[in-house]
Nanobody, 124 residues
Framework: QVQLVESGGGLVQAGGSLRLSCAASARTFNIRAMGWFRQAPGKEREFVAALSWIGDKLSYADSVKGRFTISRDNAKNTVYLQMDSLKPEDTAVYYC?????????????????WGQGTQVTVSS
């Protein structure tokens, strides 16, 4: 069983930054794509960012392009989401997920394992 544990969420003012981390237990970490999704109250879960197992293929939601950066350290089995210039509309529970393959995808159904989520709240 793969375990994903997110950390780094919190309360921040608009314009501020946060760095989310997701530590994975699985030996398959460095051959699978990893992604971040978020879910705001009353809304469906939405794609935020993803990267391939090598880290050479990246994908971002239009709403976060230029503000968020996804990266990974395969030696540490950890994926990161650097969030800058945060806006109140970024407020959500953020989830990391491990893909079923090494390929980048924005579709939640293509992710096999999910973390419990970490709350990010951006005040105006």
């Amino acid at each position: 069983q793969v375990q994903l544990v997110e950390s780094g969420g919190g309360l921040v003012q608009a314009g501020g930054s946060l760095r989310l981390s997701c530590a994975a237990s699985a030996r398959t970490f460095n051959i699978r794509a990893m992604g971040w999704f978020r879910q705001a109250p009353g809304k469906e879960r939405e794609f935020v960012a993803a990267l391939s197992w090598i880290g050479d293929k990246l994908s971002y939601a239009d709403s976060v392009k230029g503000r968020f950066t996804i990266s990974r350290d395969n030696a540490k089995n950890t994926v990161y989401l650097q969030m800058d210039s945060l806006k109140p509309e970024d407020t959500a529970v953020y989830y990391c997920a491990q893909g079923r393959s090494s390929f980048v995808t924005t579709r939640s159904g293509e992710y096999e394992y999910w973390g419990q989520g970490t709350q990010v709240t951006v005040s105006s």
